[in-house]
């Protein structure tokens, strides 16, 4: 097989070079014929003169079917015609797969395709460059987040995804029959990160999977996300946990601008890389916008997607902000380990164009007060006893966040659907490919 020299994107001029990738298109004009070739880096003109190639070649030109994989040698030539001002003059091809000639769908995007069809071919869809520019830019963020949580003195961990009770009680836990027992999937690492706090590890993170049975198909809910969570220890409230979130989401956004440019340029989107300290909302001013704005919200509820979403749109058009922290919360609607002021969660949540990407606050460190929590919230102490017993023998105050990277990347570049920004997303209707 001829081996692979280098890849679209860096072409040089008079070189002899190997190609190698699909056949992405074919144009004939009689006296000279093309092929686009796609690989990783983009797309390469092919271009095969009849007086400037052999016969055999000219001719084995004809026979290639879109998609098939194949690797060309030839020599580089300036061409004001080509897509990258360079075409390269074939002197071998080698046909390396080929492929069916009727295709699930069409990755030069000359044919639109509904989401469906998308994700049951997933593989092809992928082929689109625009679609890979989503997970190379993916792959950024993801760099970015680990470089900044390093630079903060965090340590990465991994925490069990079996585990032998759920989070925060019953709901939207995936059963697993587990030898002789039932057990869960990991919906958060919440319960092991507290956990770590009694280790005197102080600052923890962990970039993982958890799995959540929702029961509606929504736009920017999976059965199966990704999220970056930390822990930090000797908080004095949770304003330090705020501080290290948007200057993690602020260095993702600054990272993923000054090295995804061509990424960026293909999606045609722009990211604003926004100044910190983010603005903070107070719940008690969400409400009130979203009632001035003829919203039918009430104090003390949790805000719904459609509010969220109006939200998003209020504080853009008042202040300018695609992200703010929503502050203040409701106790009633935050989860039992949160802790609080009187009726006031010391919790908040991070929304980017009206879309939660992120909740998190400072928790409950007296094992006292958590055990009443949880019988407030209707939960059984007997089942957290795993979890209460770091709580008894030393825990620093503490806090932290869980942070959706499926949600923040379909915020950022503006995707239509959460789906877009994973590679095989899993929801209640599918779980294929
Ligand atoms: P929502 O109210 O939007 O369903 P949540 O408050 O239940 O989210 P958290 O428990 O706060 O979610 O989880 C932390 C973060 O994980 C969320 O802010 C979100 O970015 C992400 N997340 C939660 N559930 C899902 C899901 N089913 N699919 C994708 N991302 C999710
Ligand atoms: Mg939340």
């Known amino acids: 097989m001829l081996k692979r020299t280098c890849y679209s994107n860096n072409l040089k001029d008079g070189e002899e070079v190997v190609l190698a990738g699909w056949v992405h298109e ?18 390469a003109q092919i271009t095969a003169p009849k007086k400037k190639v052999s016969e055999e070649i000219f001719k084995l030109m004809d026979s290639l079917g879109r998609e098939w994989v194949i690797a060309v040698k030839g020599n580089t030539k300036a061409s004001l015609q080509a897509p990258s001002g360079l075409e390269v003059i074939p002197s071998e091809i080698e046909i390396i797969s080929m492929a069916e000639p009727s295709l ?17 071919n997933r593989f092809m869809d992928i082929r689109k460059p625009r679609v890979t520019a989503i997970f190379k830019i993916r792959s950024e963020i993801l760099r970015a987040a680990r470089e900044y949580l390093l630079s903060q003195a965090f340590v990465e961990i991994q925490t069990p ?25 990991a919906q958060s690492p919440q319960l092991y990160k507290q956990t770590m706090m009694a280790t005197g590890m102080d600052r923890v993170f962990e970039m993982a999977h958890y799995f959540r049975a929702e029961e509606s198909n929504t736009r920017r809910h999976l059965s199966e996300s990704d999220a970056v969570d930390i822990e930090m220890s000797f908080i004095e409230s949770e304003d330090d946990v ?3 979130l948007e200057n993690l989401v602020s260095h993702i956004l600054k990272c993923v601008n000054d090295n995804k440019k061509n990424e960026l340029a293909l999606l ?9 300290p983010f603005r903070r909302v107070k ?28 939200l998003g749109n209020i504080v853009k058009e008042k202040y300018g902000d695609d992200l703010y922290f929503l502050t203040k919360y409701p106790l009633s609607t935050k989860p039992f380990y949160t802790n609080f002021d009187g009726e006031t969660a010391r919790a908040f949540d991070l929304d980017y164009k009206g879309v939660e990407i992120s909740s998190g606050g400072q928790r409950i460190h007296n094992v006292e007060i958590l055990k009443t929590r949880i019988k407030e919230k209707g939960l059984p102490v007997s089942s957290f006893e795993a979890y209460l017993k770091p709580f008894r023998y030393g825990m620093p105050p503490h806090g932290g966040f869980g942070l959706g990277i499926d949600r923040l990347i379909m915020q950022m570049l503006n995707l239509e659907n959460i789906r877009e920004g994973v590679l095989f ?9």
Do not use: W
């Open 242 to 244: 705020i501080y290290i």
């Open 26 to 43: 074919r144009r004939d004009l009689g006296g000279i014929k093309f092929i686009l070739l796609r690989d990783r880096g983009g797309i």
């Open 268 to 276: 045609g989107v722009e990211v604003n890389t926004p100044s910190t």
């Open 161 to 185: 995804k079996i585990s032998a009770s759920g989070t925060e009680g019953g709901t939207e836990l995936f059963p697993l029959s587990y030898f002789e027992r039932e057990a869960f999937l």
């Open 104 to 120: 699930p769908l069409d990755p030069s995007e000359k044919v639109d395709a509904d989401i469906d069809t998308r994700l049951d």
């Open 425 to 433: 997303p899993h929801d209640r209707r599918r779980l294929e490919p």
């Open 283 to 310: 719940y008690e001013e969400a409400i009130s916008l979203l009632q001035e704005s003829g919203f039918n919200v009430h104090h003390g509820e949790d805000l719904g997607t459609e509010s969220e979403k109006a």
